[in-house]
């Protein structure tokens, strides 16, 4: 008897399981159409903003479930999503422009093991009063200090020496902060 109540009780939760899938798909279908209708406004505002402005339509977590779920797709969301994603890319552009922009200009082998590197540093608006910046190659790594400002619609350029068994190694960064992290060493850049 105690086998065929388990049995029993086991079958009950698998119907209920069971049960509640079925209706969470039912629940999906149905307001995929909706959520399909939506979708372009949560790629452009963003979840926040999407949720606050659609916090009234009862459907608003099955869709947000739906677009964080990979499998799910519409005929158009593929060019929805492309949209946006080149978007988003022009804008991460843009902020990088306003910030400035380094750039290699030369580099010169004045030793074994030893070059002059020299690079610019644009900036199209604002300012940056004292630009940091990461270089590094297969020998060493540092911050560079730039101690002179680039002004809104400016260049400069810069240069220091650097080891490098391969010149092709020698990369640049300009920072956007001005923490030098503690781990790094720091050396003066050179205006010319």
Not at 54 to 75: A, E, G, I, V
Not at 130 to 135: D, F, Q
Request: hydrophobic letters at 35%; proline letters at 3%.
């Amino acid at each position: 008897m105690s086998i065929v109540l388990v049995l029993s009780i086991g079958l009950i939760f698998a119907n209920f399981n069971l049960d509640e899938l079925v209706h969470a798909e039912k629940i999906s279908q149905k307001t995929s159409s909706l959520c399909e209708s939506i979708y372009k406004s949560y790629k452009k505002l963003g979840t926040i903003e999407f949720r606050r402005t659609f916090s009234d339509k009862p459907y608003l977590n099955d869709c947000l479930k739906l677009y964080t779920d990979s499998k799910w797709t519409f005929k158009g969301k593929y060019e929805i999503d492309q949209a946006y994603k080149k978007l988003k890319q022009e804008k991460d552009q843009l902020k990088e422009s306003t910030k400035g922009k380094a750039s290699v200009t030369s580099k010169a082998k004045i030793g074994e093991g030893k070059f002059v590197f020299k690079f610019s540093i644009c900036v199209n608006k604002g300012s940056l009063q004292k630009p940091l910046i990461l270089l590094q190659s297969d020998k060493e790594k540092f911050i560079g200090v730039v101690e002179i400002p680039v002004h809104q619609n400016q260049c400069k350029e810069f240069y220091t020496n650097i080891k490098a068994s391969d010149p092709n190694t020698i990369k640049l960064t300009l920072l956007e902060t001005q923490k030098i992290p503690k781990d790094i060493s720091v050396r003066p850049i050179k205006y010319t």
